[in-house]
């Protein structure tokens, strides 16, 4: 276990760099993006919330968080064995200690982007406030009633899916940020028509999860039925099915790449 998290902060500094540049560029698109939308006439007093919406800021969070789990450890399929990849499958480990090390590292990557995002929201909250109040003296000639970050907090739907609220949703959000760190670095594993399966793979797993956390949040408000159990009674075996597969699978393109 020692040696996993060992080869687990290898793959970090690998990544660290990318990474990096990657939560920067984040972090500088959504503060353009919502104080632009909150400059914007029809969006004059919405708060923070409809402007983080009406920016599709949740779909550039998920485009973000699953390219941070990609960055994860070297890829083992490399054509031209790139000195890292080469070092990586040379290691003395065996290939379960080698994508659990990898799998390790893309889930804290992803956890990194998910607390970000959340951070985020807390601080841009002010300088967006700052520019719906400016517009509202500008146009109204009066400053508007102050907003409240936990009003806003509670009337984005994004944020339902970072901030678990209920046992059963903080499961499902470690769950999806294991399965998808597994899927992900299942993708770098493979090449050709088989990175293509992972990705097919890895797009059903995330509807999995996505129907998954839509249902729990209907059982929450409305209770259970006979619809809601059936749907989740054959989407989490599916789930469990498939990531098991992408385990299995996995090893034996570690196995397949190691030099003879």
Known sequence: MKRMFTLAGWNWRLARRYYGLLCAAFAVEQLAVLLWQASRPAMLGMGLAACYEQGFQFPVFLAVFLLAGLLAGPAVNDQKRARCSYTWLTLPLSPALRLGAQVLTAAVLELGVAALQMVLYVVYFFPVQAVDSARALEQLGTAMPAQSLYEQ?????????????????????????????LLLSCVRLHKGWR????????????????????????????????????????????????VVFSIWWALRAIRRAEPA
């Open 153 to 181: 907090v509670l009337l984005s739907d994004s944020m339902y899916w970072l901030l678990p609220r209920r046992p059963a949703q903080l499961v499902l959000l470690a769950v999806t940020l294991l399965a998808s760190a």
């Open 195 to 242: 990175r293509l399966v992972a990705v097919a793979v890895g797009a059903v797993s995330g509807g999995c999860c996505l129907v998954l956390f839509h249902e729990e949040q209907y059982l929450a408000l409305y209770g259970s039925n006979d619809v809601l159990m059936r749907n989740i009674t054959r989407l989490a075996p599916l789930l469990a099915v498939l």
